[in-house]
């Protein structure tokens, strides 16, 4: 499809801002998108009305949960606890509601900073080449070749148990994806005429990678990243699910599904008894998840030039 | 007036991510038997898909709409000939590669990476030739085992044995499947209502019919057992290597072992040739054979081609945008553009005289000997067939367009004998 | 290679050394009332306060004299542990591995070819649910549903009976893998018992994991099928069913080489959570004790193990390549 017949019909747009508008447009009608964002709007609205929610007891600390009590058997959802309890008596309703700016908290901010650090360095592996991006690249092998999990328990135990050290550990380790992703696309444009063009005409490296680099190879790296929001949030909830997150009471979807662990059987006339302890908070996390996956995936399908000719 | 295949008003689209793309436009073109026929025009103007779709082998996201392509391979009816729009894949998968064959243009990426040319070819002779070459096979072990030559002769009955029940059940095979091809064309041809539905449970049918027995079907898939089929493979083998060697291809039990990547261009081209060829068929397409090959290549495989038509092949579609090819190998030709046939001629006279002015452009653009001044190249390019131009599709880019031209799509005439065109031009003078 | 290898350790032992030796020495503590002179003896003892360098320098001597220290969660040295631990990870995941390509290979090639149709859509709600699940939350549901309510695939590598028999001494232990000894010893009640207690963190595995084989497959088949080649086979009159299983698929299978394995690598990493939840006492159950603990032996051996797992999985994937591919066969 020829830009010049395309631009007469829909005025003398840049053929790159075009061809956005028109995958984008594509991209709103996808019903991936939909119930995506449908999912995730609902999320937002939650998190930010959270204090509306569920009125916090303690204003100045809403993240923690309010308890009745230090009785352990968690009770089935009633009037007063919509959505039942947990152990020692916390609301699993605040705790969800509360755990919601949590969660956008984490996995906005780890994928942001991900994205920040690894794109850099794959830019500087990819733009100079050489004795630089040999060294970027088998930094980046060795942090693949790790065992994640492992090392990520180790790392937050190291430096202390909670949220604010998960989410540290996962901007640590997390930027690998996108530095080999980047660093693949440049390699194919690196050479391309209009680069050397820029360099002849004595662009800085700066404005070279800022300004004629990026643009054209950000866009697969922001499929990925919108792909790994989803499995961000996962890692951080089973890192809290180890017992790695905050302590029972924090309004964290991760440490709740924790206190899951003990009570998948009931007694024996009522063996689903604590159903609500299992089901509700790790649903809530697969909701979340699945929300920002139907959304990348929507993604890919329509800004990926090369999977959505077919 | 005698035909070897036919398409009339032939229509297929493509269902694409921006919209659909109308390839072709109602295409009437005809072959006939003995000749050469060529397809010119631009790229992109329907000159393949017309070809592929006269096989059937349009993929993903194309597929054909409506109209006819009708076969007169068959002496006993050249009324009407069989339509193979309205056959089964089975009925197809028979007829490709057996009675039509195709030459593509990229060699190197129309042979499959992984497997060797041994493979490639042989599949040839396993989906058209197996009879024969089981046939052959177990003559050869018979003769083998009379003669006590040296080998283990417990497997070599076993060989022939299972070969032989192979054989048996593929020509009960054929024969039935004949039988039912007949019986379905019958009915097809009679024009009767209430035909429809039978023509469709025997197609059903067709389709679900197995070439072996269950037990060989077995056999053919466990893994140390399946060696008997071995010996097949060597006769196929040796029945490639002769072929190859008529292409003029050096060296070629070699060649057989090696795969797509470690040959030269030329080479690969050959190769594909040699796996339309294995079977030699009545008609044989070659879309573009030489695009991207070397000129003195380009002239060997010309030369191969012209002088398989003089020998095996009956008819020749050959595709192209290089007229000097066309002059110097086509018999008839006709010119398209965006999914119409412009004009239809014999080569000698569409070179004299060109009444269509998208021809007229085509070959005002390409150097003479006696070339005085610039070339004329036609402006602009092939339209965006999501959106095609109303009425003529060429009007955008024509010189002598009329207001008629944006709004009716022209017929076409006999403006000479046997000189076909479609333009407004000579239709609509009166009215204008 | 070796230089990946070396970096991993060099980075995690780094970690760990962030830690005062006055808290590194706490594994080695076994009653609560020592005093802080018998602390420090116990730092010089094992050389916890020796400068980073150093202390890595005699891990790594120890290393390749096979001495991989002392494993304080495991009350053995870390070899033993290892021995221990090790089969019972292995077993799972050479059950699921093959499980999870297959499903996945037989839903991607499912899928492209019925591209755009109800199985497409169907497939592709499955990977991305599939995608979308944790690890632990699928875990615990299915205990609760088929172990909590109908008394089903219990949790553990074993049942009671199982476990007499395995301690009595009549069972021969030859390759350490349940399933084989009990072929071994001639003994399929303690085979279906073992195979029993594998299903379900199997059957959680292969949910999870093939979601991303499947998408792959679906891919690399569509990208196969589109291909020139195919169209020549076409022509040549190979049937349709025929083009899928053999001539695109096999081109098609050699993404997802790559992927499988890195996928067994992966599996192994990944064990920390599932063998947590269906208390299996593996390698992950082991890791998961150690980081906990910070049992620093164990915590670098395992590293390193699994590091280096994913390194010959690598040169694994390259030697797969080279046999489907003719092209690099020979290059």
């Not at chain 2, 030739?129 to 052959?136: F, G, S, V």
Request: proline residues 5%; hydrophobic residues 45%.
């Amino acid at each position: 499809m020829s830009a010049e017949t395309n631009a007469s019909r829909t005025g003398n747009q840049h053929p790159r801002l075009q061809e956005f508008l028109f995958s984008a447009k594509r991209f709103l009608k996808n019903p991936l998108t939909i119930v995506g964002l449908t999912i995730i709007m609902a999320f937002a609205i939650v998190a930010i009305f959270a204090p509306v929610i569920a009125p916090p007891e303690k204003p100045d600390d809403p993240f923690q949960i309010p308890h009745d009590g230090w009785m352990m058997e968690p009770q089935p959802p009633s009037l007063e606890h919509p959505m039942g309890t947990l152990p020692q008596q916390y609301d699993i309703f605040y705790g969800l509601v509360w755990g919601t700016r949590n969660a956008f908290k984490i996995g906005l901010l780890i994928v942001l900073a991900n994205l920040v650090i690894g794109v850099l360095l794959g830019a500087i592996a990819g733009y100079f080449g050489g004795v630089v991006d040999e060294v970027i690249m088998r930094v980046t092998d060795m942090f693949y070749a790790m065992p994640f999990l492992v090392v990520a328990m180790a790392i937050v135990v190291v430096i202390g148990k909670g949220l604010t050290s998960i989410v540290l550990v996962l901007i640590v380790l997390g930027w690998r994806t996108y530095t080999r992703v980047i660093r693949a696309e440049i390699l194919l444009i690196r050479d391309k005429d209009y680069i050397q063009a820029a360099r002849a005409s004595g662009a800085s490296h700066m404005s070279i990678i800022m300004r004629h680099i990026l643009p054209n190879s950000i866009f697969s790296v922001l499929i990925v990243a919108s792909m790994n929001i989803g499995t961000t949030m996962l890692s951080a909830a089973a890192l809290s699910f180890l017992g790695l997150g905050s302590d029972i009471g924090y309004a964290d979807w991760g440490a709740m599904v924790s206190e899951a662990r003990n009570w998948i059987v009931g007694p024996a006339n009522a063996r689903l008894q604590y159903w609500f302890v299992v089901f509700i908070p790790g649903f809530v996390i697969t909701l979340f998840v699945l929300g920002w996956n139907l959304l990348g995936d929507a993604a890919r399908d329509v800004f990926d030039p090369k999977q959505r000719r077919r | 007036m005698d035909a070897l295949l036919k398409t009339e008003d032939l229509k297929t689209n493509f269902y694409t991510f921006e919209g659909v793309v109308k390839a072709l436009n109602g295409v009437n073109v005809m072959v006939r038997p003995g000749e050469t026929y060529g397809l010119v025009g631009e790229s992109g103007c329907g000159k393949s898909v017309t070809v592929r779709s006269m096989m059937r082998i349009v993929q993903e996201p194309g597929r054909i709409e409506s109209g006819r392509i009708a076969l007169f391979f068959d002496e006993k009816d050249k009324e009407r000939g069989v339509d193979i729009v309205q056959q089964s894949d089975a009925y197809m998968q028979k007829l490709r590669g057996n009675d039509i064959s195709m030459i593509f243009q990229e060699a190197s990426t129309s042979l499959n990476p992984v497997f060797s040319i041994e493979e490639q070819i042989g599949e040839s002779f396993e989906f058209h030739r197996l009879d024969e070459m089981l046939r052959e096979t177990v003559e050869e072990l018979d003769a083998e085992i009379q003669q006590g030559k040296a080998g283990f002769l417990g497997w070599k009955k076993f060989q022939r044995s299972q070969l032989a029940r192979e054989l048996a059940s593929h020509t009960a095979y054929d024969n039935a499947v004949e039988e039912l091809d007949a019986q379905i064309i019958r009915l097809e041809s009679t024009d009767l209502q209430g035909n429809a539905s039978a023509v469709a449970a025997l197609n059903k049918k067709r389709e679900g019919m197995k070439p072996f027995s269950l037990s060989t079907r077995i056999l053919r898939r466990v893994p140390i057992l399946r060696r008997y089929r071995n010996r097949l493979s060597k006769t196929i083998r040796t029945h490639i290597v002769e072929l190859l060697r008529s292409l003029g291809l050096p060296n070629p039990e070699n060649v057989v072992d090696r795969y797509p990547h470690e040959l030269s261009g030329g080479m690969q081209q050959r190769i594909v040739i040699a796996i339309a060829l294995a079977c030699n068929p009545k008609l044989l397409i070659a879309d573009e054979p030489t695009s991207n090959l070397d000129v003195t290549i380009q002239a060997q495989i010309l030369d191969l081609i012209r002088k398989l038509k003089e020998d095996t092949i009956e008819s020749v579609i050959f595709i192209t945008h290089d007229l000097g090819v066309v002059a110097e190998l086509c018999d008839r030709v006709s010119v398209m553009y965006a999914g119409d046939v412009a004009e239809t001629a014999a080569v000698k006279d569409i070179f004299a005289k060109q009444y269509h002015p998208y021809t007229e452009g085509l070959i005002a653009s390409v150097p003479k000997r006696d070339q005085k001044g610039e070339l004329k190249p036609i402006h602009g390019t092939v339209p965006n067939l999501v959106t095609p131009p109303t009425g003529c599709r060429f009007h955008p880019r024509c010189p002598k367009a009329m207001d008629i031209c944006s709004q009716v799509k022209p017929e076409t005439i006999e403006i000479a004998p046997e000189h076909f065109v479609a333009c407004h031009l000579y239709t609509s003078e009166d009215k204008a | 290679m070796v230089l990946i290898l070396v970096g991993v350790t060099v980075i995690v032992f780094s970690i760990m050394m962030l830690l005062p030796p006055g808290q590194r020495v706490s594994v080695y503590v076994q009653d609560e009332r020592v005093n802080n002179q018998q602390l420090e003896a116990l730092i010089e003892k094992y050389g916890l306060d020796d400068p980073a360098p150093v202390q890595y320098w005699r891990w790594i001597k120890g290393v390749f004299r096979g001495d991989f220290g002392y494993s304080v969660v495991a009350v053995t040295p870390v070899i033993e542990a290892f021995k221990n631990y090790f089969p019972v990870t292995l077993e799972l995941v050479l059950i699921a591995t093959p499980l999870i390509i297959m499903t996945g290979v037989w839903l991607g090639t499912k899928a492209a070819t019925n591209k755009d149709t109800a199985i497409d859509h169907g497939t592709r709600i499955f990977a991305i649910v599939g995608y979308s699940l944790p690890t632990f939350w699928l875990g615990l549901m299915l205990l609760m549903v088929f172990y909590g309510l109908f008394g089903l695939f219990p949790p553990g590598v074993l049942s009671n009976e199982g476990r007499d028999v395995l301690y009595s001494g009549d069972f021969q232990r030859y390759t350490r893998l349940l399933l084989i000894d009990s072929i071994l010893n001639w003994r399929w009640d303690m085979f279906w018992d073992a195979l029993y207690h594998l299903i379900l963190p199997a059957f959680n595995l292969v949910l999870l994991s093939s979601a991303m084989i499947l998408r792959l497959t679906r891919s690399s088949m569509l990208d196969s099928l589109g291909q020139d080649y195919i169209r020549t086979a076409l022509a040549k009159g190979a049937s349709k069913n025929l083009i899928e299983r053999k001539h695109a698929r096999r081109n098609a299978l050699i993404p997802v080489i790559t992927v499988s394995g890195l996928l067994f690598a992966g599996l192994m990493a990944g064990m920390v959570i599932t063998e947590t939840i269906f208390n299996r006492p593996g390698i992950g159950l082991w890791m998961a004790d150690a980081a906990l603990r910070l049992d620093v032996s164990a915590i670098m051996f395992n590293v390193l193990f699994l590091s280096g797992v994913y390194v010959v999985m690598n040169l694994v994937v390259d030697v797969l390549y080279a046999y489907v591919d003719p092209r690099i066969r020979l290059s």
